[in-house]
């Protein structure tokens, strides 16, 4: 993949390995046996199963992940003197929303900015298919949209289209092609979440062997 230039491109998935490393610190820092790296008090939780509002809720994190949802009243054994306390303000706190299917690029909007208007409006990951950008500008440019997104605040998991060009080349043909070998490549890289949607039913139908192709790259 470094004819690609991905040499040095992170996936969001680190976060799986950093979760890993950090769990027995977190079961420390939940059972009261570690200080908290930052406490938020005074908030109203919002519990999404439930279908209810808690009041007076501290959350308790440690590296970056949440470690204990308690109740304020509870939370002084998960406070050390280097641990951030903010007060909330009787704000409500609520999980992320995840947008499963998403094209960043017909927003009209790089994906930095497009990190922030999602983040304010209270979408904290995406999955993104930048099929758009790649049939109008190939391999480079699905590379440095790639290379922006996965580098913002926003959690973008980027997939590989699956469709360059959207049919057969004798109908539609914008000029690239991302061929099963191409795909392949992508996916081993680590860069990319998963493949994304397949438009192009018409060559699944009549069974198309390339179409195909990229399809059974999927078998576990």
């Known amino acids: 993949m470094d004819k690609h230039g991905l040499k040095g491109l992170v996936f969001p ?3 799986i390995g950093k979760f890993l490393e950090t769990l027995p610190q977190l079961v420390e ?17 919002v519990d ?9 809720v501290s959350i308790v994190a440690y590296s970056g992940f949440i470690a204990a949802l ?3 009243s509870d939370d002084e054994v998960y406070i050390g003197h ?3 306390v903010i007060n909330g303000g009787g704000s409500y706190a609520a999980p992320g929303f995840i947008d499963a299917h998403v094209h960043v690029e017909t927003s ?11 983040l304010m409006h209270g979408t904290t990951m995406i999955v993104t298919d930048p099929h758009n950008i790649s049939n109008a500008g190939g391999l480079k440019h699905l590379l440095a949209f790639t290379e922006e997104a996965i580098r913002q605040p926003l959690k973008v998991l980027v997939q590989v289209p699956s469709c360059v060009p959207p049919t057969i080349s004798e109908v539609d043909n914008p000029g ?10 992508l996916l081993d890289s680590g860069l990319f979440h998963s493949l994304g949607e ?9 069974r198309d062997s390339e179409t195909l192709g990229k399809i059974n790259l999927l078998k576990p």
């Open 108 to 118: 009209f909007l790089r994906p930095s900015e497009f990190s922030k208007l999602a």
């Open 176 to 185: 690239y092609t991302l061929s099963v070998k191409d795909v392949e490549e």
């Open 29 to 45: 820092v939940a059972s009261g046996l570690r200080k908290a790296d930052l406490v938020v008090r005074n908030v109203n939780l």
């Open 70 to 72: 308690v109740s304020a």
């Open 13 to 15: 998935r680190w976060a």
């Open 48 to 56: 999404v199963a439930g279908g209810r509002v808690v009041e007076n």
């Open 198 to 206: 397949f438009m192009n039913y018409a060559s699944v139908v009549n």
């Open 82 to 84: 280097s641990t951030m």
